[in-house]
């Protein structure tokens, strides 16, 4: 576990110290297409931290607060709705003491024990994988938005493997059978090989792995992307189909 949390802790710094200093007119800028702005979308990450931190110590029950709230988009947008009337700063405040409560309590757990969230049950180190991935996607609208400069850092590698690994997931929400393991191959920061699946795969992805993450977190298509491709009927599907939002 150390691995994840080291590079989810350097996430949530990177974000963090890209805002310092930011003027009120940017944490009003609208950043996504929710209707969000940069506000908004830190608010949203406290809210989202500050329950996982409970569900992990045992005081939340999942299941429990999503009855609650009905929907998860309903649970997102009530963190953003309860931080209407705050300061950027106490909500950038917030969000750093609920991250770092996440951090603690995933340390102490192993990388195979299983921790129940509003959306699944996942392992400790695929579920801190998701909230590295959930605070870059975020970081890059806002980022793109205040038209910050964006460094691909190699920690993309774990949200490469992310939109690797729920590929299942992706073809079932989208209504289509997975039958093989599809092999991915990227070029990474740096100009690393990151390579997942088996060798033997018939059906492949290729290309560089900032559009592969850009395009499974939703911040692009993978008819847009300059670099990936697809050998065969099935990786041209998870061009399509590859997502890793819930």
């Not at 802790?9 to 930011?22: F, H, I, K, P, T």
């Not at 649970?75 to 609920?98: L, S």
């Amino acid at each position: 576990m150390r691995g994840i949390l080291a590079d989810l802790v350097a996430e949530q710094q990177g974000l963090d110290q890209s805002l310092q200093r930011a003027p009120d007119r940017d944490w009003k800028k609208k950043v996504s297409e929710r209707g969000w702005t940069a506000q908004d979308t830190i608010a949203y990450l406290w809210w989202a931290e500050r329950h996982i931190a409970g569900i992990l110590t045992d005081e939340i029950a999942p299941q429990e607060t999503l009855a609650q709230h009905g929907t998860l988009e309903n649970f997102e947008q009530a963190g953003v709705d309860n931080a209407k009337t705050k300061r950027p700063q106490e909500v950038i405040e917030q969000w750093r003491f609920a991250r770092a409560d996440v951090v603690d309590a995933l340390s102490r757990l192993g990388e195979t024990d299983r921790i129940q969230w509003l959306d699944g049950n996942v392992s400790a180190q695929t579920f801190a994988t998701m909230r590295l991935a959930d605070t870059w996607a975020h970081g890059l609208e806002i980022l793109t938005a205040l038209d910050k400069e964006i460094i691909d850092t190699p920690r993309l590698r774990h949200i490469a493997w992310l939109g690797w690994a729920t590929l299942p997931h992706a073809f079932a929400k989208a209504g289509e059978e997975y039958p093989e393991v599809v092999r991915l191959e990227l070029v990474g920061p740096g100009y690393e090989r990151w390579v997942f699946g088996p060798e033997d795969a018939e059906p492949i992805v290729r290309g560089q792995a900032s559009d592969w993450c850009r395009v499974v977190v939703g911040f692009m298509k993978a008819a847009d992307t300059e670099s990936l491709s697809a050998t065969g009927e099935l990786a041209e599907a998870a061009l399509r189909n590859a997502d890793i939002r819930p």
